[in-house]
């Protein structure tokens, strides 16, 4: 077990290297950051002394390696636009993320596992059949569709939701939060369902399809012959063995939802990080970009391998060598 | 567990609470929901329209424009003398104090000014370096000369604005970006970056205090969200109302639009290289009329455009009312194509941004439709305009859309950036994307350099226009965008858009 996370981290570190090298050479040919750095009416002189006090001047190599060598002390550069450190920007906006993400996979996970299960039992009855193809229709829309439609229903029509934004917060020093106000939770509702509601169809499919499966194995059938609830029976016997691919399945997107929530925070103009990387693409933003990049690569290898170690726990079965 | 708990509900009872009072004080509020987000609060820290107009708020420069004509009025500087070519004396405001009880004094003024040449905190380096010196022979009065004649110098003071030395100098450098003190009418409260940015009125404000004491700037960056807020009563006044759904807010019986005219103007640069198809006018004249601007605004602009003959907006020093547009005429386009010996036509790149200007991928897209009828093949190279513009700045292109206006409102900055040959050591033509050059304009700008009489320079300015739309075509002017405003009403908001298109708070009122 140790040796297995001890290879997966080192493999960890080769693909962030890998990531930032990538995101390096596609900065070379995405504009001169000079051009707005120095202003509108400065001269060509002027942008050249510029690009000298930002080292901007150097090689390709130069300017990875320093930036390598920076990032493994924890400084990732300065914003070109706010001219503050590009990861403090980042990490300001993250609570905000997290809170979306985390509400979005704990509707996409409960709703999601828990109409699979319904669906499961009684495959053929008509409701059943009417919510899986509203899973269909949530898996095919696209997310800007469906938060604009969530806007124009609840916020302008029915005018029981806010459109936008995050409410009220409450700012504990490290961590600016909305699940402690009634207008942050209002304001949370609409953009956490947006954003999981792709994922709930797809645990919903799955949970659905690994129960119908179990539910004919011969255990089942002894347990139900045994006399024991149904509750116990669906529960305890059959979702317990469905759930390592669930949550494998959450694992790996949860950790898309925080990386990848750009979509809907911009919809919702949700002041996550999300929507800080577009904001920094449409003004060229490099040193933002490159460190959301390699944080969101960092994310997504951390949470595989958390969901690995998961794997051993749920199913005794698996074991790594 | 019990306790932390126990410490949450405190925290949620409390900001409940804070909630409640709160209300009180936002009697007299407005929010106001833009498209663009904030950047920064260090005022010097960029030169966008959108930041400048946020800073004007909490700073104020020596002198101010104010809404609805852009008026060139006193603000930190009572008045100012202009003795000779190269010196600018300001005399200053006595009293005056900073948010942080500060006063306002000459000293601040030289701490700005040099602080403009910093690029780790400026992006007005071009002003910056062209201070030969600032003195300050006593608390309230500064004399600065400029390394070369800026006879524009003074039409840019409204947008340089004025720190505190002390505070500035004091601070973590960290902090001074993202929390202003100023002179401004209104005093900075919180920025959360993505959310909003609260500002509250400046009581002892020199000309008075504002009228509305609460003010919440919300950027919404997509534009039917935007549209959402409004609609929901959730922001009083909206900025950047995209033409689609401007019929949609007509119809709103609790709605109201307010537009004018924008003074940026949309543009076609053309390159001459010698011996390309571009550098014979009878060609360039052949585009220009090729182009049916009128359709490009019924169609596309959906009518919030007007037609423009120049580049310039008419309170430009250097408009020239006697420059018409060429009428849109195929025929005759062909005709002159066919003189110059181009019967088949020729090739041609049109490069543009897709996310800058109302519609600018789709009148690209419209201006390759028309080239192609007169048999122009002209290929499309839309692109953002983060790649954009450095384009420009190199000079790599042959053919770009474009759109520019100039906040001095003098024409002479403008054409010198944009039309005079690229050179290097002179700094010319940094913006001059497609090395459009021609020795006569050039000679004919740089006698404008040093001409500060208002007479001779707006005649000067406006035969230099004439030369270059009417007897070269350096451009193809397309139209004047429209800026749309939305606001709720009912609620008795007076508020009167600016040429800029700032949102200066102290200008609006409600009853």
Same mark, same amino acid.
């Given at each position: $077990?140790?040796?297995y996370?001890t290879?997966?981290?080192?493999?960890g570190v080769?693909?962030?290297l890998?990531v930032s090298?990538?995101?390096?050479i596609i900065?070379?040919?995405?504009?001169?950051p000079v051009i707005?750095?120095?202003?509108r009416?400065a001269?060509?002189?002027?942008r050249e @002394?510029?690009?000298?006090?930002?080292?901007?001047?150097?090689?390709?190599?130069?300017q990875?390696?320093?930036f390598?060598?920076?990032?493994?002390?924890?400084?990732?550069?300065?914003s070109?636009?706010?001219?503050?450190?590009?990861?403090?920007?980042? #990490?300001e906006?993250f609570?905000a993320?997290a809170?979306?993400?985390?509400?979005?996979?704990f509707l996409?996970?409960?709703i999601?596992v828990?109409?699979g299960?319904?669906?499961s039992l009684?495959?053929?009855?008509f409701?059943?059949?009417l919510? %899986?193809?509203?899973?269909l229709v949530n898996?095919? #829309?696209p997310?800007?569709?469906?938060?604009?439609?969530l806007?124009?229903?609840?916020?302008?029509?029915l005018r029981?939701?806010?459109?936008?934004g995050?409410g009220?917060?409450?700012?504990?020093?490290?961590?600016?939060t909305?699940?402690?106000?009634l207008?942050?939770?209002?304001?949370?509702?609409l953009?956490?369902?947006?954003?999981g $509601?792709?994922?709930?169809?797809v645990?919903?499919?799955l949970t659905r399809?690994? %129960?119908?499966?179990v539910l004919?194995?011969e255990?089942i059938k002894?347990?139900?012959?045994k006399?024991?609830?149904?509750r116990k029976v669906?529960?305890?016997?059959?979702?317990?063995?469905v #759930?390592?691919p669930?949550?494998? #399945?959450t694992?790996?997107?949860?950790?898309?939802?925080?990386?990848?929530s750009?979509?809907?925070?911009?919809i919702?103009q949700?002041?996550?990080m999300?929507?800080l990387l577009?904001?920094?693409?449409? @003004?060229g933003?490099?040193?933002v970009?490159?460190t959301?990049?390699m944080?969101?690569?960092l994310i997504?290898?951390?949470?595989?391998?958390?969901?690995?170690?998961?794997?051993a726990f749920?199913n005794?079965?698996?074991r790594?060598? | 567990?019990k306790?932390?708990f126990?410490?949450?509900?405190?925290?949620t009872?409390?900001?409940?609470?804070l909630?409640?009072?709160?209300q009180a004080?936002w009697a007299?509020?407005i929010v106001v929901?833009?498209?663009?987000?904030?950047?920064?609060?260090?005022?010097?820290?960029s030169?966008?329209?959108?930041?400048?107009s946020?800073?004007?708020?909490?700073?104020?420069g020596?002198?101010?424009?104010?809404? !609805?004509?852009?008026?060139?009025l006193p603000a930190?500087?009572?008045?100012?003398?202009?003795?000779?070519?190269?010196?600018?004396?300001?005399?200053?405001?006595?009293?005056?104090k900073f948010?942080?009880?500060? !006063?306002?004094?000459?000293?601040?003024?030289?701490?700005?000014f040099e602080?403009?040449?910093?690029p780790?905190?400026?992006?007005?380096i071009?002003?910056?370096?062209?201070?030969? /010196?600032?003195e300050?022979?006593?608390?309230y009065?500064?004399?600065?000369?400029?390394?070369? !004649?800026i006879?524009w110098f003074a039409?840019?003071?409204?947008?340089?604005?004025?720190m505190?030395?002390?505070?500035?100098?004091?601070?973590?450098?960290?902090?001074?970006?993202?929390?202003?003190i100023?002179?401004?009418a209104?005093?900075?409260?919180?920025?959360?970056k993505?959310?909003?940015?609260k500002m509250?009125?400046n009581?002892?404000?020199?000309?008075?205090?504002?009228p509305?004491?609460?003010?919440?700037?919300?950027?919404i960056t997509? /534009?039917?969200?935007?549209?959402?807020?409004?609609?929901?009563?959730q922001?009083?006044?909206? /900025?950047?109302?995209?033409?689609?759904l401007?019929?949609?807010?007509?119809?709103?019986?609790?709605?109201?639009?307010i537009?004018?005219p924008?003074r940026?103007?949309?543009?076609?640069a053309?390159?001459?290289?010698?011996?390309?198809?571009?550098?014979?006018?009878?060609?360039r004249?052949?585009?220009?009329?090729?182009?049916?601007?009128?359709?490009i605004?019924?169609?596309?602009?959906?009518?919030h455009?007007?037609?423009?003959?120049?580049i310039?907006?008419?309170?430009?020093?250097?408009?020239?009312?006697?420059?018409?547009r060429?009428?849109y005429?195929?025929?005759?386009?062909?005709?002159?194509?066919?003189?110059a010996?181009y019967?088949n036509g020729?090739?041609v790149?049109l490069?543009?941004?897709?996310?800058?200007?109302?519609?600018?991928e789709?009148i690209?897209?419209?201006v390759?439709k028309y080239?192609?009828? +007169?048999?122009?093949?002209a290929?499309?190279d839309?692109?953002?305009?983060?790649?954009f513009?450095?384009q420009?700045?190199?000079?790599?292109l042959?053919?770009?859309?474009?759109?520019?206006?100039?906040?001095?409102?003098d024409?002479?900055r403008t054409?010198f950036k944009l039309a005079?040959?690229?050179?290097q050591?002179?700094?010319?033509?940094?913006f001059n994307g497609?090395?459009?050059?021609?020795?006569a304009l050039?000679k004919l700008?740089?006698s404008?350099?040093?001409? +500060?009489?208002?007479?001779?320079?707006e005649k000067?300015?406006?035969d230099?226009?004439k030369?270059?739309?009417?007897?070269?075509?350096i451009?193809?002017?397309?139209h004047y965008?429209?800026d749309?405003?939305a606001i709720q009403?009912g609620k008795?908001?007076k508020?009167?858009p600016?040429?800029?298109?700032?949102?200066?708070?102290?200008?609006?009122s409600?009853?």
């Amino acid at each position: $077990m140790f040796a297995y996370i001890t290879r997966r981290l080192i493999q960890g570190v080769v693909v962030l290297l890998a990531v930032s090298f990538i995101c390096f050479i596609i900065f070379i040919y995405s504009g001169d950051p000079v051009i707005s750095l120095a202003g509108r009416y400065a001269t060509l002189q002027e942008r050249e @002394e510029v690009r000298k006090a930002f080292g901007l001047d150097k090689p390709f190599y130069v300017q990875y390696v320093r930036f390598i060598a920076n990032a493994a002390q924890g400084n990732f550069g300065k914003s070109y636009v706010s001219r503050v450190p590009a990861l403090g920007l980042i #990490m300001e906006r993250f609570p905000a993320t997290a809170e979306l993400a985390v509400s979005a996979i704990f509707l996409a996970f409960t709703i999601g596992v828990g109409l699979g299960v319904l669906v499961s039992l009684k495959p053929y009855a008509f409701r059943n059949r009417l919510i %899986m193809t509203g899973s269909l229709v949530n898996i095919s #829309m696209p997310t800007f569709l469906t938060g604009i439609l969530l806007i124009m229903i609840f916020a302008v029509y029915l005018r029981i939701l806010p459109p936008f934004g995050r409410g009220e917060t409450v700012d504990l020093g490290f961590w600016r939060t909305g699940f402690l106000t009634l207008s942050g939770i209002q304001h949370l509702l609409l953009p956490a369902f947006t954003l999981g $509601m792709y994922q709930l169809a797809v645990l919903l499919r799955l949970t659905r399809a690994g %129960m119908r499966e179990v539910l004919t194995e011969e255990y089942i059938k002894t347990a139900w012959s045994k006399g024991l609830p149904p509750r116990k029976v669906i529960f305890k016997h059959a979702l317990r063995n469905v #759930m390592i691919p669930v949550v494998t #399945m959450t694992g790996l997107q949860f950790g898309e939802l925080i990386a990848f929530s750009i979509v809907t925070e911009t919809i919702f103009q949700w002041p996550g990080m999300g929507n800080l990387l577009l904001t920094s693409i449409y @003004e060229g933003d490099q040193p933002v970009i490159v460190t959301y990049i390699m944080l969101a690569a960092l994310i997504i290898l951390s949470l595989n391998i958390i969901v690995d170690i998961l794997y051993a726990f749920l199913n005794p079965k698996i074991r790594y060598e | 567990m019990k306790k932390l708990f126990l410490s949450f509900l405190t925290v949620t009872v409390m900001a409940t609470l804070l909630g409640l009072t709160g209300q009180a004080v936002w009697a007299s509020s407005i929010v106001v929901a833009v498209d663009t987000p904030p950047r920064t609060m260090n005022p010097h820290g960029s030169d966008a329209d959108a930041n400048l107009s946020v800073m004007a708020n909490f700073f104020e420069g020596l002198l101010q424009r104010k809404a !609805p004509t852009g008026e060139l009025l006193p603000a930190l500087a009572v008045r100012y003398e202009h003795p000779d070519l190269l010196t600018w004396k300001f005399y200053l405001r006595k009293g005056v104090k900073f948010h942080n009880g500060n !006063p306002f004094t000459a000293a601040d003024v030289k701490f700005s000014f040099e602080r403009l040449g910093n690029p780790d905190v400026s992006e007005f380096i071009n002003t910056g370096k062209s201070f030969a /010196s600032i003195e300050t022979p006593d608390d309230y009065t500064v004399v600065v000369k400029t390394k070369d !004649p800026i006879p524009w110098f003074a039409n840019n003071m409204h947008q340089i604005y004025i720190m505190d030395k002390e505070s500035t100098e004091a601070r973590d450098p960290g902090e001074v970006e993202v929390k202003p003190i100023g002179t401004g009418a209104y005093k900075f409260v919180e920025w959360v970056k993505g959310s909003y940015l609260k500002m509250v009125a400046n009581e002892d404000y020199w000309e008075g205090a504002p009228p509305i004491k609460n003010v919440e700037l919300r950027p919404i960056t997509e /534009s039917s969200t935007r549209f959402a807020a409004l609609v929901s009563g959730q922001a009083d006044i909206v /900025s950047g109302i995209p033409v689609e759904l401007y019929e949609k807010i007509v119809e709103n019986p609790k709605l109201e639009i307010i537009k004018r005219p924008a003074r940026r103007s949309i543009f076609l640069a053309i390159g001459n290289k010698p011996g390309s198809p571009l550098a014979d006018f009878r060609v360039r004249k052949a585009m220009y009329m090729a182009i049916n601007e009128g359709e490009i605004i019924e169609k596309i602009m959906r009518g919030h455009a007007s037609p423009a003959a120049q580049i310039p907006d008419p309170p430009t020093i250097g408009y020239n009312p006697d420059i018409k547009r060429l009428p849109y005429d195929p025929e005759m386009a062909k005709k002159l194509l066919k003189e110059a010996g181009y019967e088949n036509g020729f090739e041609v790149t049109l490069s543009g941004p897709n996310d800058r200007y109302v519609k600018d991928e789709k009148i690209a897209e419209a201006v390759a439709k028309y080239l192609a009828k +007169v048999g122009i093949k002209a290929k499309l190279d839309v692109k953002p305009k983060s790649i954009f513009f450095p384009q420009v700045a190199k000079g790599e292109l042959e053919f770009y859309l474009i759109g520019w206006f100039d906040g001095t409102f003098d024409m002479g900055r403008t054409y010198f950036k944009l039309a005079h040959t690229r050179d290097q050591e002179k700094g010319f033509g940094g913006f001059n994307g497609a090395a459009y050059s021609n020795a006569a304009l050039d000679k004919l700008l740089q006698s404008t350099a040093d001409m +500060v009489n208002p007479p001779d320079r707006e005649k000067t300015l406006q035969d230099l226009n004439k030369m270059a739309m009417v007897d070269q075509i350096i451009w193809i002017p397309l139209h004047y965008q429209e800026d749309l405003y939305a606001i709720q009403k009912g609620k008795g908001i007076k508020f009167q858009p600016r040429p800029d298109r700032w949102i200066v708070f102290k200008e609006i009122s409600k009853q």
